[in-house]
């Protein structure tokens, strides 16, 4: 399995119960997909370098995350299709 850092921005209307919900579900996409979450940390709320869908301000979300290719790709159909994610961009980080 590779190592993975998955980053997403949050829609900061967005209750504080609907966030970590939001985070639990995307950890669950992972673990569904034969994948493992090591950690998942929220930062408070940044203003962001321009506007993306209107929106001025974002909660950035950083899951560290490893699993094999379908399990990358699954994290990245569900974070694409997810109405409250602003952005979202995966990287990998083991050393290969």
Known sequence: MRAYEVIYILDPSLPEEELKALQEQFAETVRT???QVQDVTQWETRRLAYDI???HEG???IMNV???TDT???IDRAL???EP???HMIVR???Q
Do not use: C, M, P, W
């Open 53 to 55: 869908k209107g929106q």
């Open 72 to 74: 990358i790709t699954e």
């Open 80 to 82: 694409k299709f997810s």
């Open 93 to 95: 980080t083991d050393n």
């Open 85 to 87: 994610v602003l952005r």
């Open 66 to 68: 490893s699993g094999e």
């Open 59 to 61: 909660v950035y979300v």
């Open 33 to 35: 997909h034969a994948g």
